[in-house]
């Protein structure tokens, strides 16, 4: 496949790059640094601009993972402002270009979150539950969403992935746990109970490449393990893992005080059911958190 990609130089995109390199596809990556793309995405070619493909041979593929890290600092003005832009605004102008070509792309897959249903509480949530609309994040959400539905207006097929916590060898969530988790400084957010979906990150390049290759595929799918856990489940797992307690809660009012609004990503969750992935045929390589984290950790 001819295959465009966006986000292509952060961590779910390297590894994308990495599996498509070895099944022989042809990869482009627009990107604001296309110098970088060569040496961070594995056989992929850099563009700076969409127009560089224009009167090129048309695209099979388009896969839309852009967007500026959420949870790694508080939500200001600005930042909102840089958090639309790099998904929503970028989406619009990915679609309006595919509308452009003489023969648009026959799938967008186009990545959205698990903050799409915002603070679920204990209410069990699939692909069909309604959106959350309480706070930026999954306003954001769903705005990403609707820009890339327009795809559909071009006869393109739209999967969107909302995708939980991603886990990985180097990088992401973990990369951020580990430091005070191994000095045994680790420990609940809040009360601990609130659900926390997540999702290997080998699963999530295969749940990916899934959807592209199955037409039938269109719609949202959750991009998270079949297995549910609270947050205290998680903490204690991982900290056993690495054989370390997991003593030192971070309080919700100290979370809140630090975070503002931003907070609700770490005191919130989902109690998420993959359905329309299960039913899609996709099958998990790591379903148990335990097994996963063990996996992991031995890459370090």
Known sequence: MRILLTGGTGLIGQA????????????????????????????ARGIA????????????AVVNLAGAPIADRPWTAARRT??????????????????RQATPPRVLLSGSAVGWYGDGGE???????????????SRLCMAWEQEAERARQLGTRVALLRTAPVLAPQGGMLAR?????????????????????????????????????HDSCSGPYNGC?????????FTQTLARTLH?????????W??????????????????LVPRRTQEAGFAWRHSQLSAALGLLLQKQ
């Not at 692909?127 to 706070?135: F, H, I, M, V």
């Open 225 to 233: 393990a079949p297995e549910a856990v609270r947050n205290a489940d």
């Open 49 to 60: 601009q969409l127009q560089a493909l224009d009167g090129s041979a048309p695209l099979d």
């Open 16 to 43: 994308l790059c990495r599996h498509w390199q070895h099944q022989g596809h042809e990869l482009w990556v627009w990107s604001r640094n296309p110098q970088q793309v060569s040496a961070l995405c594995s056989g």
């Open 123 to 137: 209410q069990w949530l699939t692909e069909d539950s309604a959106p959350g609309d309480a706070d930026f994040g």
């Open 82 to 99: 840089l958090l639309w832009r790099s998904r929503v605004d970028l989406t619009r102008t990915l679609v309006d270009w595919m509308g």
């Open 254 to 271: 100290a979370l809140r005080l630090a975070l503002g609004e931003t907070s609700v990503l770490l005191l919130g969750g989902q109690r």
């Open 177 to 213: 746990l580990l430091p005070p988790f191994r000095l045994g400084l680790g420990g609940r957010l809040g009360s601990g109970r609130q659900w926390m979906p997540w999702i290997h990150l080998d699963d999530q390049v295969a749940l990916i490449d899934h959807l592209l290759r």
């Open 244 to 252: 370390r307690p997991a003593a030192l809660p971070a309080p919700a």
